[in-house]
């Protein structure tokens, strides 16, 4: 098994490849938003009312997200790198106070009233399964071509800079739950990376894929394997969604659980291997039987857990990612798991 690292910046990339990182298996695009001369660009992005507004927006955002990616490419030198599209709900982005509010509504000629019912409105109560991941490029394919543009067009510039290397990206779509929005998206990712790649004269190939983490993907992995050339189980979303409660509220009842001997340890940080790792393993077995040749990973706190790495070995995943301080002890344990297995 090769032990990838999750690097959002070219300096975790880097930071990653230090403590021996064979690739990246999850970069999280959003966290590149977060920048304070890159944050105004999302935020007009979001409240724009046009798709010719929308598309102004990510004209700004596409230069900061190509860099990133050249930096990336660049601290991997030619090892793996999967990417995913933009993957939490908008909200997250916009203001709150009344001084960044008032900032925005000027910049983007509104009333402030206008911009504050925008923002409401974008409010969700169960924001984890409300509008975010591959619904975004559903309800706005400009974002997912956006990205797809910043992607294919770094590795291009970083493998005509570098021809002894052998880039090929791997573009993950995340929050899928059902074959056709996956294929809805895939088209308009494919239709932007072909038309980059055809312009640019490198035969650059690129891989798309998604990440497993509803319940319903794994259910129909043979389905969506069809369309996509690897799969990533994202394990924290998969655990929350399969147990139906919040990471984040948890915790306020979890050492009850622990006391009363109903829950032996936290299931957020060690992969609950009886319900959550079936669902792994049914959909890497769907998957295989559509695609055998597809690429299986997995990403999440669990890619750092040492008995969480022996289940995904015995599953026959190809990597874990976990983030860069955890791959020591993460190659270690894929080692001593492959030499028990052995």
Request: aromatic content about 8%; charged content about 25%.
């Amino acid at each position: 098994m090769k032990v990838r690292t999750n690097a959002d910046t070219p300096e975790d990339a880097r930071q990653a490849r230090e403590f021996g990182a064979e690739g990246i298996g999850l970069c999280r695009t959003e966290h590149m938003f977060f920048e304070p001369d890159r944050i105004a660009a999302i935020r007009e992005m979001i409240v724009s009312k046009t798709v010719e507004q929308r598309e102004a927006a990510l004209a700004k955002l596409l230069p900061m997200q190509r860099g990133d990616f050249e930096g990336i490419y660049e601290a991997m030198e030619g090892l793996p790198v999967t990417i995913r599209l933009l993957d939490p709900p908008l909200h997250e982005f916009l203001p709150h106070d009344g001084y960044d509010i008032a900032n925005l509504a000027a910049e983007m000629h509104m009333e402030v009233t206008e911009l504050k019912g925008i923002i409401s409105g974008l409010h969700e109560f169960n924001p984890m399964m409300g509008h975010r991941g591959c619904r975004l490029d559903v309800t706005y394919p400009e974002i997912g071509a956006m990205q797809t543009r910043a992607i294919i067009e770094a590795a291009v510039n970083v493998q005509k800079a570098h021809p002894e290397w052998d880039i090929v990206p791997e573009i993950m779509i995340p929050l899928v739950g059902e074959v056709k929005e996956l294929a809805y998206v895939k088209s308009i990712v494919t239709e932007t990376a072909d038309a980059i790649i055809a312009e640019s004269g490198v035969d650059l190939k690129y891989l798309v894929g998604t990440m497993i983490e509803i319940p319903r993907a794994a259910l129909t992995a043979d389905e969506i394997a069809k369309e996509a050339e690897f799969f990533s189980f994202g394990t924290n979303d998969l655990t929350q969604m399969t147990f139906g409660f919040s990471r984040d509220d948890a915790g306020k009842f979890l050492d009850a659980y622990y006391d009363k001997k109903i829950y032996e340890n936290d299931p957020f940080a060690r992969l609950d291997v009886v319900g959550v790792g079936q669902l792994v393993k049914m959909a890497a077995d769907l998957g295989r039987s559509t695609r055998p040749d597809i690429k299986l990973g997995i990403c999440g706190e669990h890619g750092g857990d040492p008995s969480s790495i022996e289940f995904c070995q015995q599953v026959g995943l190809n990597y874990v990612s976990c983030s860069p301080f955890r791959v020591p002890i993460a190659r270690l344990a894929a080692a001593q798991s492959a030499l028990r297995n052995r």
